[in-house]
């Protein structure tokens, strides 16, 4: 169960329900954690992740890439329904979540990147259900249907994933909360259906861009966050094994030195920053600004094409191909490390990380890939994995916060 998870002295139960008199006050949450767990379907494919990240935010697909995808049969329909697909596309760590009176646990992927709790149910159609654990509304007598409300996250491709929305009971870590809008999918693309172990998404993006109507919904941490000892989330990513979660505390352990703080624009209901600029191995650090997202539920890094391209210059053999839809190179070749900043402080990527996948015997596919067709530069998990990352709502104005840890 997802309450034995983590070093955790109690559970704390919130209530989101409207009172007809006054409220008893609620308990303090204060703090806790929740690890994420290997998904064991997880083979990487660069391709495949990079077009992910464009039907995420609803950029066509480049022709190459487009002919990539459609050759692997992956993110495509038949008749309406989904094809399954092989499971090395999935994503590749997954955090348990608790759903429901009693529980029903669920694997989800935390999404800095979205802000909707959806979930595959006994309402998704059998033929779009390969392999996932769905929710089942009517075995959990804390849910109620939310009447009267839809959501709908449209992809690139024209697909979309919809449904109906109830409440009912969420855990994360050992911590609830009794009225979280869950949105129960009734049709899912197939880029989600063909993830046999992905159950769905928790959105830890800002509720402004939540997709419930009439009403919007508050997000899990939007909900528990004013019973936290502060307004905070972390992500302690891992290269290739699982990181964790923590919320309401930020754990001097998991980082070195101090953490730096830059402010976010939450404008567009993302947590968007602006870089100072970038530098390639030990080369000169380029001054320039430029803004993206922390999202932690895109693989790839996706940066200003000039970036990219300065990067892979320096790697021996590296060239864009249209075949793969981005930077290729040798798998033997040496990657330097890619350093970004943040105000005064410098992170750096290694260059192992950077060496995604391989794409054949001897190509592999680079870790950062340009984000000018998608119309956002995203710092996905390939840079995340690199620091120590604060996401901070505790202010007026929201911050993000990076430190350097050991990698």
């Not at 970038?278 to 200003?304: E, M, W």
């Amino acid at each position: 169960m997802v309450g034995s998870v983590g070093a955790l002295a109690f559970a704390a139960v919130v209530s989101g329900m409207a009172m007809a008199t006054p409220a008893p006050p609620r308990p303090k949450i204060g703090t806790f954690s929740v690890p994420q767990v290997r998904n064991p379907g997880f083979r990487a494919h660069g391709p495949a992740q990079l077009a992910r990240a464009y039907l995420k935010y609803g950029a066509k697909l480049p022709d190459g890439l487009a002919r990539i995808v459609a050759d692997l049969k992956v993110f495509r329909r038949d008749s309406g329904s989904a094809t399954a697909t092989p499971e090395q596309y999935d994503i590749q760590y997954l955090t348990p979540v608790s759903i429901g009176t009693p529980p029903q646990e669920l694997n989800l992927d935390f999404d800095s990147g979205s802000s909707d709790l959806w979930v595959f149910s006994t309402e998704t159609p059998p033929s779009s259900v390969n392999g996932q654990t769905v929710y089942d509304a009517s075995k959990s007598s804390s849910s109620k249907s939310l009447s009267g409300a839809t959501w709908n996250i449209s992809y690139g491709d024209g697909s979309s994933s919809n449904g109906v929305v109830y409440t009912d009971v969420v855990n994360v870590g050992g911590v609830s909360f009794e009225t979280q809008a869950v949105e129960v999918a009734t049709a899912v693309s197939s880029q989600f259906s063909e993830d046999a172990n992905n159950d769905g998404l928790l959105g830890l993006a800002f509720s402004s861009i939540n997709t419930v109507k009439p009403t919007p919904q508050k997000t899990f941490f939007e909900n528990i966050a004013p019973n936290l000892d502060a307004a905070v989330w972390t992500a302690d990513l891992k290269y290739h094994e699982a990181g964790t979660y923590d919320f309401g505390v930020i754990d001097k352990s998991k980082y070195t030195g101090d953490i730096t703080y830059t402010d976010v624009d939450s404008s567009e209901g993302f947590w968007s920053f602006s870089v100072s600029g970038y530098g390639v191995g030990n080369t000169t650090f380029t001054s320039s600004r430029f803004s993206g997202i922390a999202d932690t539920g895109t693989t790839l890094a996706l940066l200003p094409s000039r970036v990219v391209a300065a990067y892979y210059r320096q790697v021996p053999g590296a060239q864009l191909d249209p075949r793969q839809g981005g930077y290729v190179f040798p798998c033997s070749s040496s990657l330097p490390d890619f350093v970004f900043g943040v105000e005064d402080a410098r992170i750096a990527i290694p260059g192992r990380f950077i060496n995604y996948a391989p794409v054949d015997d001897s190509s592999c596919f680079g870790g950062i890939q340009s984000g000018e067709d998608i119309g956002v530069y995203i710092w996905g998990d390939v840079a995340l994995k690199a620091a120590f990352v604060v996401f901070d709502d505790s202010a007026d104005t929201p911050r993000l916060g990076f430190a350097k840890k050991n990698l």
